[in-house]
């Protein structure tokens, strides 16, 4: 009996579970910066643009931030849609090599790497 009481519970308790995750998390997306080496960058400024003629005239910037000690920039509630990224630490940037994101998958965390040159 009380093994299936614990059974419907645990039914009862997942899905009610599920749901308050998705209701918790939004839709993310942590960008890693790498060099041309491969080694991660840190102090790197990421820009997101919702537009290709935003990211080439580098205008309405959607959301923006710098990359962690890792190289990581973490941007939140964020529509799912696709972005135009640019990154650049001194001389080193994305520029031209039409960094475009994939759609972003909503309520999720979604990873993207570039690298800069």
Known sequence: ????????????VF???STMLEQIIKT???????????NTVEGATVKLFETEEDYKNETNVASEGVTDAKGIVK???LKAISYYVLAEKDDLNNFGGGEQTGKLEEKRINKVTV???
């Open 15 to 17: 899905p009610s579970f």
């Open 28 to 38: 993310q997306m942590h960008i890693t910066i790498r060099n041309e080496l491969g």
């Open 115 to 117: 690298v800069i040159q």
């Open 75 to 77: 941007f939140k509630e």
């Open 1 to 12: 009996m009380k093994k299936l009481l614990l059974i419907l519970g645990l039914i009862i």
